[in-house]
């Protein structure tokens, strides 16, 4: 079987489901320019970068990874890169690297430009070229194995492990098992259920990067006096009915199916090939969705209990609840109820359903978190700004 | 909030013997649960209230509890069917 859908190809023939033209800051200096910039040309976004400078070399090179992979990401058609001058950020380094991939990408660099009001002037003309450029890219049918999705979850609830995450697992088995690939993520929640995910590994290697991620996290937190695994079941999940760490783990990470696992990537890092992989993210959900769509996600599968705003700045996000309580009260939030607990549909008919609502999504339908024009942007670091 | 589920049950894996309630069960209730296309009926032993376990078949002690078709910990004594099944007869495997 094989599903055609509705993309944007790029110059290196990755498939995009938007067609968004790109403000990149370099560094928080730069981003209020930025921002001025965008927000004068229609079809224009930015991100709201917080980093980029006084910080040390590994947290420096998350931030460019994030940077580049944002404007690497098929979604986006053409690039501007703000820079400020003197920031640890190689400003070439992000535009090149951007370039690599075909589209157009210009840099405008605040401190040669000649302050705020040259600099939006530049960049403005830049962009108004570039969004014009960019509608002349029309949607081709390509195949759905061309698509790079991506798992998350966040504000859950007992509901979640047992309706939501099962329902868009359901939904990335059947996009993996028709060539496709997906990015799961949260280190953090993976913690207790590491051996069962390394069991599905495609490689020794894979398995052995798994756990060797899962230590060094561990090991950090150690170090700061922090045991996940002491502390986890909370009471408050016990009281719930999850018994141990490796039920609520796995309840987690059932939101990215059950297929074999093809690699473990680092923050912001691109998949090498097709099927279901692991990144290293934290689990607060800006910072994870950001670095999976750096990684080249096209869209987000968003589980919730609790209901949540979160969006993407370049990606469409699908909020998923089986809580029918929180779907009646954040309705202008959450794109899809599974109706499971009800007794409406079983887990597996609304997997179909949801994964008729991504093809919907992936062929142009805004999801609430575009509507309302939910762009939260968020780094992952490590260390101490300096 | 509470909440309400006329299908009271869900099994999520061929391979489980443990059943997650939908809905607030009691002692002394019946629930059908399908496993395979087979359905079993089960009388549970204790109140189970939502989002909790019972066995859905004998679990031994010391034999693997198994949900999502995954192990997610070991019977720390015998479990009967429609027992509750949790922190009191279930031991984590890894910590």
């Known amino acids: 079987m094989s599903i055609r859908v509705q993309g944007y190809v790029r110059p290196n023939g990755k498939v995009g489901v938007r067609n968004h033209v790109l403000v990149i800051p370099t560094v928080v200096c730069s981003a209020e320019t930025a921002m001025r910039i965008a927000d004068s040309v229609e079809g224009a976004v930015t991100i709201y970068n917080q980093h980029g400078c006084c910080q040390l070399p590994y947290d420096v090179e998350l931030v460019e990874r994030a940077l580049i992979g944002y404007g690497k990401n098929p979604n986006v058609a053409a690039v501007l890169v703000v820079g400020l001058g003197c920031e640890s950020v190689n400003i070439h380094r992000v535009a090149d690297r951007i370039a690599s991939t075909g589209k157009p990408v210009e840099t405008v660099i605040i401190q040669e430009a000649g302050g705020t009001l040259k600099t939006i002037e530049r960049g403005v003309s830049i962009v108004k070229e570039f969004v014009q450029e ?15 999705a991506s798992a998350e979850c966040g504000g859950s609830d007992a509901t979640s492990g047992l309706v939501a995450n099962p329902v868009v697992g359901y939904a990335i088995d059947k996009l993996i098992d028709l060539g496709g690939t997906v990015i799961f993520s949260e280190t953090t929640e993976v913690i207790g259920a590491e051996h069962l995910l390394a069991r599905r590994a495609a490689s020794k290697e894979v398995a052995d990067k798994l756990l060797a991620v899962i230590r060094r996290l561990e090991d950090f937190l150690k170090s700061q006096g922090m045991d996940i695994r002491g502390s986890q079941p909370t009471p408050g999940n016990i009281a719930g ?16 199916g059950t297929r074999v696992l093809q690699g473990v990537l680092e923050y912001g890092e691109e998949p090498t090939g097709k099927g279901l992989y ?34 993407c700045p370049i990606a469409p996000v699908i909020k998923v609840t089986g809580n029918p309580y929180t779907y009646e009260k954040m309705k202008d939030n959450i794109d899809f109820y599974a109706a499971v607990i009800e007794g409406k549909e079983t887990v597996k008919e609304a997997g179909e359903r949801l994964f008729n609502e991504m093809i919907e999504v992936i062929n142009g339908k805004p999801t609430k978190s575009e509507a309302l024009k939910h762009r939260e942007f968020g780094i992952y670091k490590t260390l101490p700004t300096i | 909030m509470k909440l309400e589920s006329p299908k009271k049950v869900l099994v999520f894996h061929r391979n489980d013997n443990v059943a997650v309630a939908l809905t607030d069960l009691k002692r002394g209730q019946e629930v059908e649960v399908e496993v395979n296309g087979e359905k079993l009926k089960i009388t549970l032993l204790n109140d189970i209230p939502f989002g909790h376990k019972f066995a859905i078949r004998d679990i031994p002690e010391g034999r693997e509890v198994i949900k999502y078709g995954e192990v997610i910990g070991i019977s720390s004594k015998f479990i009967k069917t429609g027992e509750h099944v949790h922190v009191h007869n279930v031991k984590s495997v890894k910590v």
């Open chain 1, 134 to 148: 960019a509608a002349k890219i029309k949607r081709e049918e390509v195949d759905i194995s061309e698509i790079i």
């Open chain 1, 278 to 311: 692991f990144m290293d993210t934290p689990g607060q959900d800006i910072e994870s969705i950001t670095g999976m769509v750096a990684g080249g996600a096209v869209l987000v599968l968003f589980t919730t209990g609790r209901g949540t705003p979160t969006g």
């Open chain 1, 241 to 256: 009915g999850i018994t141990t760490l490796e039920e609520k783990s796995l309840g987690a990470i059932i939101k990215a």
